[in-house]
């Protein structure tokens, strides 16, 4: 990438972690109903899950809660430190590890996740695949990943190449009625 392009790409994640800060406050108000639509989706494949998992782009940390009660171990990851500061007031299990950082660029070691999600997140990457491949690098093999994104953003296609290209394999893309996501997971 060229100096110009880093350029831009921070002044896009500059704006998104602006706009996530700023609307913190409000985000689960606003968004609670649509999120707990697609988390339901994405839970439906959790029983090839297995302990510690990662929520990547945890946001105010609705899904990780969700996580924990089915008895899992969450790490969230989020740029926006006052949707982390909402998080950790709403979070009531002891289960929840809660981390600030760029998705492009995780504070992790390899291969320690037995499964990631990450919820309407990839559409507000300058390069989604940057994250996309640090997601892989912190799961273990066989490790299962299963995420959402606008459909506006990418379709069905777009998704599952993007899967494909991180070296996900088992792949299942998919809309599903009365959400706004479209879905994908895939094998590690």
Known sequence: MTDGGQILS???KRRVKFFYDSSAGVYNKRYQEIQMIKYTILLRKTHEI???VVDVGCGTGLFCELLTMRG???VGIDFSI???RRAKKAITLQKVFLVCCDSDFLPLRDNIFCGAF???LLQNLPNPMLSLNEIVRVCKKGSMVHLSVL???LNVKDLEILLSQAGLRDIE???S???EDIYGHGKI
């Open 82 to 84: 006052e949707m982390l």
């Open 10 to 12: 921070f002044s896009k």
């Open 173 to 175: 893309v998919f809309g």
């Open 177 to 179: 009625l009365g959400s």
């Open 118 to 120: 990450s919820v309407t």
């Open 72 to 74: 899992f171990r969450v």
């Open 151 to 153: 459909s506006k953003s």
């Open 50 to 52: 297995r302990s510690l």
